[in-house]
T-cell receptor, first 114, second 112 residues
Framework: DAGVIQSPRHEVTEMGQEVTLRCKPI?????LFWYRQTMMRGLELLIY????????DSGMPEDRFSAKMPNASFSTLKIQPSEPRDSAVYFC????????????FGSGTRLTVV | GEDVEQSLFLSVREGDSSVINCTYT??????LYWYKQEPGAGLQLLTY?????DMKQDQRLTVLLNKKDKHLSLRIADTQTGDSAIYFC????????????FGRGTSLIVHP
């Protein structure tokens, strides 16, 4: 199994541009999570999906952030327009729904907004 | 305050034991976890313990849980330079769909 795959690994963009981060969960996992990691705030849960349906997006910081999961094998996190304070490492994770362990994280996308 | 608290840094000499401590606030925590994050990588589950256990051992790793004091520790025996990483403590409850709440992480630095 290739694990959770995120792309791109690194993204540098100018303020105001649209940014799209991508995630492919592990096959068979039906829950998908987007996290943001910064030095200041640590690891924050942004949104999670069960069976492709968004369950809790209370962690999404602003309307500039949106996430979709059109099918079981693909999810996107979009920031439009991007701002320098969005600079962070964004992680995707997946697992079987309601399983207490077995969270698998991707390697992350390091986003820099200049 | 934070739901899960950990010290930010720990420095040990290679070959010594490392002990990383964590405190949590939710008494209904069902599972407690230790994750490891190496540079440029995502978090990797190292081990977990169910709340009705006091101790769990897995090779060089020993997890101790003091439920009364809401204190969790991770001991790494014979610490190696490859153990240098950030270690995250996390808790989850059944009512929260077992979604972990993570601490800020402890950076373990192993020096020769």
């Amino acid at each position: 199994d290739a694990g959770v795959i995120q792309s791109p690994r690194h993204e540098v963009t100018e303020m105001g541009q649209e940014v799209t981060l991508r995630c492919k969960p592990i096959s068979g996992h039906n829950s998908l999570f987007w996290y943001r990691q910064t030095m200041m705030r640590g690891l924050e849960l942004l949104i999670y999906f069960n069976n492709n349906v968004p369950i809790d997006d209370s962690g999404m910081p602003e309307d500039r952030f949106s996430a979709k999961m059109p099918n079981a094998s693909f999810s996107t996190l979009k920031i439009q327009p991007s701002e320098p304070r969005d600079s962070a490492v964004y992680f995707c994770a997946s697992r079987h729904q309601d399983r207490a362990y077995g969270y698998t994280f991707g390697s992350g996308t390091r986003l820099t907004v200049v | 305050g934070e739901d899960v608290e950990q010290s930010l840094f720990l420095s040990v000499r290679e070959g010594d034991s490392s002990v990383i401590n964590c405190t949590y606030t939710d008494s209904s925590s069902t599972y407690l976890y230790w994750y490891k994050q190496e540079p440029g990588a995502g978090l990797q589950l190292l081990t977990y313990i169910f709340s009705n256990m006091d101790m769990k051992q897995d090779q060089r790793l020993t997890v101790l849980l003091n439920k009364k004091d809401k204190h969790l520790s991770l001991r790494i025996a014979d610490t190696q330079t490859g153990d240098s990483a950030i270690y995250f403590c996390a808790e989850s409850i059944s009512g929260g769909s077992y979604i972990p709440t993570f601490g800020r992480g402890t950076s373990l630095i192993v020096h020769p």
